[in-house]
T-cell receptor, first 114, second 115 residues
Framework: DVKVTQSSRYLVKRTGEKVFLECVQDMDHENMFWYRQDPGLGLRLIYFSYDVKMKEKGDIPEGYSVSREKKERFSLILESASTNQTSMYLC?????????????FGPGTRLTVT | GENVEQHPSTLSVQEGDSAVIKCTYSDSASNYFPWYKQELGKRPQLIIDIRSNVGEKKDQRIAVTLNKTAKHFSLHITETQPEDSAVYFCAASNPNSGGYQKVTFGTGTKLQVIP
């Protein structure tokens, strides 16, 4: 059973703080993703990674960076948090092998920036 | 890049009725179309997917149809039950843009099944 975990379910930070969101998967998946979910906007891709130390920008990368030093761990970094980054953040992972392209999501981190 | 539009944004049906959610996509090279269900407070989970070499796929009470010419696909839920109440997301993937694993999601449909 695939398990994707995120470091926090709820987080409150102040404007200008550096914020780290961490995601860990236990299925040896190559690909990992960070999305933000906002009402009426669906799931928007921030960054993804297809291998250790590899990363690619998604559709809304501005204001974010990522780090993937180990295969199982993918971190999202908000260098200087702003109120418009208040959102639900979802991590996901998947493997390019086999016939399933299912993305396995973490439980989400609800970030509030005040 | 790919753009996926999803309608309606909210849908209320009586228990036992059918529900239909429609999506259109812009990239004619997309050929993988998954649907995810997100129950309140939970993570999205894949419920069904379809590839472009198939026009329709069924799994018990849910079915997806795909019209590649028109670039639209739909989710059909028959005999709806209260546990079908959730937000549903369609998505599309172009294998030449980050592989099958990178998908573009629609904006979601909140389905409410009224007992």
């Amino acid at each position: 059973d695939v398990k994707v975990t995120q470091s926090s379910r709820y987080l409150v930070k102040r404007t200008g703080e550096k914020v780290f969101l961490e995601c860990v998967q236990d299925m040896d998946h190559e690909n990992m993703f960070w999305y933000r979910q906002d009402p009426g906007l669906g799931l928007r891709l921030i960054y993804f990674s297809y291998d250790v130390k590899m990363k690619e920008k998604g559709d809304i990368p501005e204001g974010y960076s990522v780090s993937r030093e180990k295969k199982e761990r993918f971190s999202l970094i908000l260098e200087s948090a702003s109120t418009n980054q208040t959102s639900m953040y979802l991590c996901a992972s998947t493997s390019p092998s086999g016939h399933s392209y299912e993305q396995y999501f973490g439980p989400g981190t609800r970030l509030t920036v005040t | 890049g790919e753009n996926v539009e999803q309608h309606p944004s909210t849908l209320s049906v009586q228990e036992g009725d059918s529900a239909v959610i429609k999506c259109t996509y812009s990239d004619s090279a997309s050929n993988y179309f998954p649907w995810y269900k997100q129950e309140l407070g939970k993570r999205p989970q894949l419920i069904i997917d379809i590839r472009s070499n198939v026009g329709e796929k069924k799994d018990q009470r849910i079915a997806v149809t795909l019209n590649k010419t028109a670039k639209h696909f739909s989710l059909h839920i028959t005999e709806t039950q209260p546990e079908d109440s959730a937000v549903y997301f369609c998505a599309a993937s172009n294998p030449n843009s980050g592989g099958y694993q990178k998908v573009t999601f629609g904006t979601g449909t909140k389905l409410q099944v009224i007992p």
